[in-house]
C-alpha cells in the first residue's frame, strides 16, 4: 500500500522536511509515503479566493489517480482517534487499496475533491499551519502503523 499526500503548498521550511522525513524513513517499505505538492493559487490583494480554490483542485484532481481511496482533510470531517486510524489503515491495506489525503490550502479544499473523497477527516477543531500538518500527518501514520505491527512506539 502506498500512501501519497496531496498537499497544497511549496518550498516547506527545513523543520517541516526534516520532520516529515523522520517519520518516512521509520515507514517499512511495503508503506511508503510520498509528498506531492500542489502550487497554491494566486492570492493577494483583490484576489478572487474561488477561483484560486478552483485553481488549486484542477491541480489536484489531475495528480489523483483512479484507484486510489481519496480521504479528504477538511475541519468538517470526522475526528479518528490514532487507534481508529491504526484500523483504517489496516483495512485499507487488507483491500489493497493506495490511499491519497488531500490537504487543501489556506481557504480550504475545492468542492469537487470533497465530493471526489470516500472519507473526511478532520485532524482538529484547531486551526493548524498547512506545513505543520504534514508532519502532524507523517507522524501518526507511523504511530498508526506502530499499532497494527505491535510495535511500543504507541504507548
Known sequence: MKVRLLAVGTRMPAWVEA???????????????????IAPGARGKNADIARAI???????????????????LEVKGSAWTTEQLS????????G???????????????????????????????TLPHPLVRVLLAEQLYRAWTLLAGHPYHR
Not at 485553481?55 to 481519496?70: A, P
Not at 484500523?87 to 491495506?93: C, E, H
Open 19 to 37: 520532520g516529515v522525513e523522520e517519520y518516512r524513513k521509520r515507514l517499512p517499505r511495503e508503506m511508503p509515503v510520498e509528498i506531492v505538492e
Open 54 to 72: 478552483q485553481s488549486e483542485g484542477d491541480r489536484m484532481l489531475e495528480k489523483l489517480r483512479d484507484q486510489e481511496h481519496v480521504v479528504a
Open 87 to 94: 484500523q483504517r489503515l489496516d483495512d485499507w491495506r487488507q
Open 96 to 126: 489493497g487499496q493506495d490511499v491519497a489525503l488531500l490537504i487543501g490550502g489556506p481557504d480550504g479544499l475545492d468542492p469537487r475533491l470533497s465530493a471526489r473523497a470516500r472519507q473526511s477527516w478532520s485532524l482538529s477543531a484547531l
